[in-house]
């Protein structure tokens, strides 16, 4: 209960060196990963996992493997100082459109398949 999926996202996303390895701003894929509901910015919401699980996915021909028990809601993860290091990257209004253009993209994604239509048609 509570758990955010995004922080478990970027979990497995990093458990997977060549996978993580092809992006060319891992900082930039990682925040946004995490913001992409709009939570890390640059605090992520509090979670607390009393009994974590191992959750395992496949993606691209290869296992991703991450405890629910992130450890990204914690002072000093890192997911703050990743924050003001693109902010101090991309100035604050260069970041926040790329988390719109993200955040958008998701949001109609998603709408895709409430309609049926996630292969990308619209009817």
Not at 110 to 123: I, Q, V
């Amino acid at each position: 209960a509570g758990m955010r999926h995004e922080l478990l996202s970027l979990a497995l996303a990093e458990s997977a060196p060549e996978l993580w390895g092809r992006t060319n701003d891992p900082d930039l894929v990682a925040h946004l990963v995490l913001s992409h509901h709009g939570y890390c910015r640059p605090l992520p919401p509090p979670v607390l996992d009393d009994d974590p699980v191992e959750v395992e996915v496949g993606a691209e021909g290869e296992r991703l493997v991450a405890s629910s028990e992130t450890g990204l809601t914690r002072i000093g993860s890192g997911v703050v100082d990743r924050f003001w290091r693109l902010v101090d990257r991309y100035d604050p209004y260069g970041l926040a459109y790329l988390e719109a253009v993200l955040r958008l993209a998701d949001h109609w994604r998603s709408a895709l398949e409430a309609a049926g239509t996630a292969g990308g048609e619209s009817s």
